[in-house]
């Protein structure tokens, strides 16, 4: 197919949607002309909200492929479609079901806490999922003496236990971009721009987390420059929040924090950018690829994935 303009994709996929009663939604770590054409940018949490309660016939989803799965596992009798089935992620990988059933019959009794960050296969392997914007408060809301097992990120599941202080033994899976900030750059970078905060994704490794102003989720972290009264953010996490950041406040600096081996001096996700405007257009013209998840499979992701949902509503999350 004929390369066009990215004119002519954004308005023949506006047409699209119109016609086939389809909405995009977008993940904050897409490119900015991607989050520009989206119906609903987000994170995890609010995309699963987004995708669980909407009237449109079609979803399709700018993101990865678990996020697109967690959406047709909420929204069965829709079309989900991806427009790069090689969009993975490498902490949903570092997570097999084979490995992880042998995982939770050798640490037997315990409540399994999964991040959204996995396959349904993991999801339907678990009692409950949590996103970064509610891990905390999914542990917290189980009775205190339940002993748990929290997967796959080792870095958010740390961030956990030292915030809940629970039994939770935790699997040993890392995101390639959170693990890869340079805590040598992020100090250079403070010292170059002292009025500068750093705040950073609880995925980051320890000591970046010890030397931030303030840790949160993708959203919590766009909340905080909202928020705050600062001018200036040293930004540990990946670089597409940027673009929301300078929407909202314009008027603000935000410095991508740099991972350890990189010349562009900004983190991107790889997998995040393998979606492009022109991957969407013609996802949405030829209605594929298609998200398809073994029914067994997605009945038994449901029931973790709502039982996070229905904590959420709860505390007003
Ligand atoms: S940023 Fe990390 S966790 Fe998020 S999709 Fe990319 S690899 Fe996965």
């Known amino acids: ?27 904050y770590y897409q ?3 991607i989050q520009d054409i989206a119906d609903f940018v987000g994170d995890s949490l609010a995309l699963s909200q987004k995708a669980a309660s909407n009237s449109a016939d079609i979803i399709l989803f700018a993101g990865v492929k678990f996020m697109a799965e967690t959406a047709k596992i909420l929204a069965p009798r829709k079309k989900v479609l991806l427009p790069d089935m090689n969009a993975g992620c490498s902490l949903a990988d570092s997570c097999k079901a084979v490995d992880f059933e042998k995982f939770i019959k050798a640490n037997p009794g315990r409540t399994v806490v999964s991040y ?48 809940t202080g629970r039994d939770i033994v935790i699997w040993n ?13 992020i100090i250079r970078l403070k010292k170059e721009n ?4 750093i705040i950073v994704h609880p995925e980051c490794e320890l000591p970046v987390r010890m030397v931030s102003d303030f840790i949160g989720s993708t959203s919590a972290l766009l909340n905080f420059t909202r928020k705050d ?3 200036c953010y040293i930004v540990a996490t990946e670089v597409g929040i940027i673009h929301q950041m300078k929407k909202e406040n314009p008027e ?33 013209t030829k ?20 039982r996070m949902m229905e904590i959420s509503e709860k505390l007003g999350l």
């Open 1 to 27: 197919m004929k390369t066009q303009s990215s004119e002519y994709y954004i308005s023949e996929i506006n047409r699209l949607k119109e016609e086939k009663n389809a909405i995009i939604l977008a993940h």
């Open 31 to 33: 490119t900015s002309d």
């Open 116 to 163: 959204v960050n996995t396959t349904a296969e993991i999801k339907a392997l678990s009692d409950i999922i949590c996103t970064s914007s509610n891990a905390v408060q999914i542990v917290e809301s189980l009775p205190p003496d339940e002993k748990i097992i929290f997967a796959p990120d080792r870095n958010l599941g740390n961030y956990v236990l030292n915030k």
């Open 173 to 185: 899976g890392t995101c390639h971009v959170h693990e890869e900030f340079s805590l040598e750059a």
């Open 194 to 197: 002292p009025a500068a905060k």
């Open 229 to 231: 009264n600062r001018k």
């Open 252 to 284: 603000k600096t935000y410095i991508p924090a740099p991972p350890r081996d990189s010349t562009c001096g900004c983190s991107e996700c790889s997998f995040m950018k393998l979606i492009t405007i022109e991957k969407i257009f013609n996802c949405l």
């Open 287 to 306: 209605e594929n690829p298609e998200i398809i998840i073994d029914k067994n499979i997605l009945l038994k992701a449901q029931k973790p994935i709502r």
